[in-house]
Structures are given as C-alpha cells and as structure tokens.
C-alpha cells in the first residue's frame, strides 16, 4: 500500500514569489492534515480536513497561504507570496478518521525562502 | 490551552543503557496519547500509542503508559541500540480531535 505522497520533496523560492505544496493521502483516509515544522520544534497543524471540508484552519495565517482538497482526495498548500520566515518543513499526514487513529505521514516538503 | 511538553535533547547513550523520556500534557478531556519517532532522513511514523488511562503502548521494545493522575506518558527502553537514534515526538489528540506535538527529543546511541 502506498502511503502518504508529497512533492516536491525540496523547493528554493525567492522571497515574495508564490509556492505550492501537493499531497496525495493514504487511499480511503477521509482526515488529512497539513503541519508545518521548524527546525528544531515539533509540527504545529495548519489546518484539517475531513473529506473536503476544512473543520479547523484556526493556524492557518489566511493572509498569504491557502489550501484546497477538492472532491476529498488529494490537497494543495499554497504560499503566496512567501516571506523569509516561512522557510520550513511542511509536512501532509492522513488518518482513516479523526482523533484516536493513527496519523500517517509524508517525508514533508523542506522550503528555503531566500 | 492544549499542549504537550517534552524534556529538551540531545539525550546521548551508550549502547544497552535505559533511556527515559519525559513527556507530559494539557488537554481537554481525555485524550489519545503517541509517541512518534523520525529516523535520519525519513518521515514521522507512530511509535505507539494508548487510548485511555492505565492503558500501555508498546513497540519495538519501547513503553510507555498513559497516566491520567500526572498527566504523563514517558517513554522508556530498557536497552537502547544504536539504530534507535531519531528523534521522538510526543503528542496527543486533545480538543477537537487535533493532534498536538511536543518539540522533540534528539536521541544519539554511541556505541
């Protein structure tokens, strides 16, 4: 079974230009998950899906990223434009159902902004 | 609020030594609780996990037990080896089912 797909694996931008992240979940996992990790912290949630509603982009900074998962499968993260401080590692998880269920992760999307 | 705090690394053991963890929550209810472990190179995988007080994780020689009374779920290992260096999330499922993670804990195994 495969699991969670990212890419790109690395991506370097130049600030104020626009990036997007895409992630394929786990087949069947109705929950997905975008983190963000910094260097040297633990992955702080984005946002989450569950089909293709999101039910929680309260750390979702609205001003410059968005993402969509249309028709509940696969999801984009968009970054636009993007800062210095952006630079990070942005990670896709999925899971069969919210809460007590395992989260499956991809290998992430390290973004440089320079 | 919900959180989860983790004693800072790098941990650095020899081979064989016990290893111990310390993590601890803030939660809404009665959460899940994880450990998650990144080798080198690779993405976040669950190391195991317990759904409810008193309940045990276990895996690959690895323990941990979710303690309602000190909010705790330390992870130990009664002899570490060298493939066991990563480093180890700690993380729960506190209010609205979001999965909340500790900073991690960089562990080096020395030979």
């Known amino acids: 079974e495969a699991g969670v797909v990212q890419s790109p694996r690395y991506k370097i931008i130049e600030k104020k230009q626009p990036v997007a992240f895409w992630c394929n979940p786990i087949?069947?996992?109705?929950?997905l998950y975008w983190y963000r990790q910094n260097l040297g912290q633990g992955p702080e949630l984005l946002i989450r899906?569950?089909?293709?509603?999101?039910?929680?982009d309260s750390q979702l900074p609205k001003d410059r990223f968005s993402a969509e998962r249309l028709k509940g499968v696969d999801s984009t993260l968009k970054i636009q434009p993007a800062e210095l401080g952006d630079s990070a590692v942005y990670l896709c998880?999925?899971?069969?159902?919210?809460?007590?269920?395992?989260?499956?992760f991809g290998q992430g999307t390290r973004l440089t902004v320079v | 609020g919900n959180s989860v705090t983790q004693m800072e690394g790098p941990v650095t053991l020899s081979e064989e030594a016990f290893l111990t963890i310390n993590c601890t929550y803030t939660?809404?209810?009665?959460?899940?609780l994880f450990w998650y472990v990144q080798y080198p190179g690779e993405g976040l995988q669950l190391l195991l996990k317990?759904?409810?007080?008193?309940d045990k994780g276990s895996n690959k020689g690895f323990e941990a037990t979710y303690r309602k009374e000190t909010t705790s779920f330390h992870l130990e290992k009664g002899s570490v080896q060298v493939s066991d260096s990563a480093v180890y999330f700690c993380?729960?499922?506190?209010?609205?089912?979001?999965?909340?993670f500790g900073i991690g804990t960089k562990l080096q195994v020395i030979p």
């Open positions: 998880a999925s899971s069969l159902d919210r809460g007590d269920t395992e989260a499956f």
């Open positions: 087949s069947g996992h109705n929950t």
């Open positions: 899906y569950e089909n293709e509603e999101a039910v929680d």
């Open positions: 939660a809404t209810g009665y959460p899940s």
């Open positions: 317990a759904t409810k007080a008193d």
């Open positions: 993380a729960h499922s506190g209010g609205y089912q979001k999965v909340t």
